[in-house]
């Protein structure tokens, strides 16, 4: 059995307010054209397909679509479970009728517990979970850690090992000994205690989504994070993104990295506003890609955001990576001599670091008319 | 072929703050039933299946379960459509899973014109559409109404008729002669203009949702509506509901209505105060039963909305049928010893015809506490 292991779609997400859905789409066409090169006998998708529990209908049409291609078209077996992003119930709704073409969708805890076989290995789909929902389903009050409840189910899902059959969990947690990336919230990690990764020892190998870096659990062999397809956050933009290809027909299960690569990628710089902007340093990005500006300046500059944008139209993030310098001496006069929304925009930028965005721009502007007004009165 | 043409379920709707979903699930119950015993070969469902395009998670879990009862369970062909009320988009995830067991779901306009032949019948499924979607489809400005729409449409399902085969239409819209129930607003049937019934004739049958009540085009003998399966509306509240039986193999086709029986019923009771708490007069409901009280006194009553839920727990109106007389000789001098939170119901209740909800009468207590602290600072 060889299958492909990818996780962590979060399809809808936004980056900076810049819709990801056709970066989402590309990344997706590659991912559908390394299972065809590779000849997959399944495709694994651990969890967080949607990245929100009530997704748009352009996120639900994209995600659908994806759905069909791989497999009703390309007629993949496809296993997926439900993460914390996405509703399990909407998510859900046909699984029913998704089995019938090997199309093995998981959304609820109990569900685990029955494996689906395909040719020579087990899968294990364990969609994510509160400790609430293994207290109800164990009928066990002492069940108040995610860690606890995964000794209850893996002893569980042992008890339904074929011992001729290889055995895979596919899961959507946070494993011990992984490195958090800032693309998780501290409030969903937060909700999460650790699973230690021994406690997962019974698989050949575990599949799983929740954090973003495949970098997370590099050391483990056979118990994997793919990632996220795209790039999510400033932290992962030096990571190769991808998905693992597994075969289950060697001792231990052989796993292979196949990278994608990013359309439009997200780049960190870092240099001084000078060097930005003068188009004789040349940066390895196009137009098109996220940058995130660490800018090593010490003094105050005047429209800093809007003058970057001139040369990356898309940045992101805007740092300063060192102290500013604000006395008499740096402060440029030019910028009192600014109209109201320039100088707004740029003390907003160089105060939180991101650009205004066109509905706070918006804002900004019809407050500073109604000022003037009442000045005027 | 026989089958059953229901419509408009609008699973998840409140009725004045009443979940419905279980009196829907009971509903469903008896559909299912009449299904079973009338050894129908399909089911329809012409629309508005739920309520609303972003419905509720115990919304999607009550429709999806008698999606997976009718089809896959009792393995009954389905046939259904969006209406107006539903997200095509959301609904329609995993509809190309679904026909794999013969439940066929059309969400777009174009599908409408691949018909779906089940046994001596083709169905042409119509989902509800906006001009615009049939303007950009024949690729033709000239067509600015659902009427003009339909003039094309038909002709091109004409094209499309097997001549051995019956013929079938399953469509959500207004058909002209139609009478309106509350229960569809304004704005929805504003939005869509009346389709002749005569533009319908190619038909052996038309299987209408939108519309609420089966009378509304009573005296067309294969151009139905099915109306919805519960009163939603005080107009709707003297009406059998139901569902038609209808028989495909004569000429014209054979509709037979069959009730359904209401769990908890939708009364209007018209009459005054006192016989109304008179518990020597006997009304023919339950406590469960939504109960709109139209009253026939003249003269303000204190607490009417508190003191008629005494009798019927689930007042959902409260309407005056004459003139109030409010003359100082009628005014009740307790009223106005009473506190201020009882005063401002009775008077809420008095003028919209409506009890304050839980949430508004946390909101007058906190703005009257707010008052009363003021007032004693």
Do not use: C
């Not at 936004?14 to 066409?29: S, T």
């Not at 050949?204 to 795209?230: C, F, I, M």
């Not at 390895?284 to 990356?312: G, H, S």
């Amino acid at each position: 059995m060889r299958f492909l292991h990818t996780a962590d779609w979060h399809i809808g997400k936004k980056l900076h307010g810049y819709d990801l859905i056709p970066e989402q789409e590309e990344a997706f066409r590659q991912i559908e054209a390394i299972a065809q090169e590779e000849h997959v006998d399944a495709i694994v998708i651990a969890g967080d397909l949607y990245d929100r529990a009530l997704p748009s209908e352009p996120a639900v049409t994209a995600l659908t679509q994806m759905l069909v291609t791989l497999n009703r078209q390309d007629k993949f077996p496809l296993l997926a479970i439900s993460g914390n992003h996405d509703s399990g119930v909407r998510l859900g709704y046909g699984a029913e009728w998704f089995s019938s073409t090997d199309f093995f969708l998981r959304t609820k805890l109990a569900d685990a517990l029955t494996p689906v076989t395909l040719g020579d290995t087990q899968f294990f789909l364990l969609p994510y979970f509160e400790p609430i929902a293994a207290r109800q389903f164990f009928d066990d009050d002492q069940i108040r850690t995610v860690n606890q409840a995964m000794e209850r189910l893996v002893a569980a899902m042992q008890e339904k090992f074929a011992p001729d059959k290889h055995h895979v969990l596919i899961a959507h947690f946070f494993a011990a000994g992984s490195q958090h990336t800032d693309s998780e919230t501290q409030v969903q990690v937060g909700g999460l205690n650790a699973v230690p990764v021994d406690l997962l020892a019974p698989f050949d190998y575990v599949a799983l989504g929740h954090l973003h870096r495949k970098e997370a659990l590099q050391n483990e062999p056979t118990v994997k994070y793919s990632g996220s397809p795209l790039k999510f956050s400033t932290s992962e933009a030096a990571d190769t993104k991808g998905v693992w290809i597994v075969d289950t027909d060697t001792t231990p299960v052989t796993v292979t990295f196949k990278p994608l690569r990013p359309w439009h990628n997200l780049v960190v710089l870092e240099d001084s506003f000078e060097h930005l902007l003068d188009p004789n340093h040349i940066y390895p990005v196009t137009p098109a890609d996220f940058i995130a500006v660490n800018l090593t300046d010490t003094t105050p500059i005047t429209n800093v955001m809007q003058r970057l944008k001139t040369r990356f139209p898309r940045v992101i993030e805007l740092n300063r990576v060192n102290q500013l310098d604000v006395t008499p001496d740096t402060l440029d006069v030019q910028q009192v001599q600014q109209d109201p929304v320039t100088l707004l925009q740029d003390f907003f930028a160089q105060v939180t670091q991101h650009p205004l965005s066109d509905q706070q721009l918006t804002w900004a502007k019809q407050a500073l008319q109604r000022a003037e007004k009442e000045e005027n009165q």
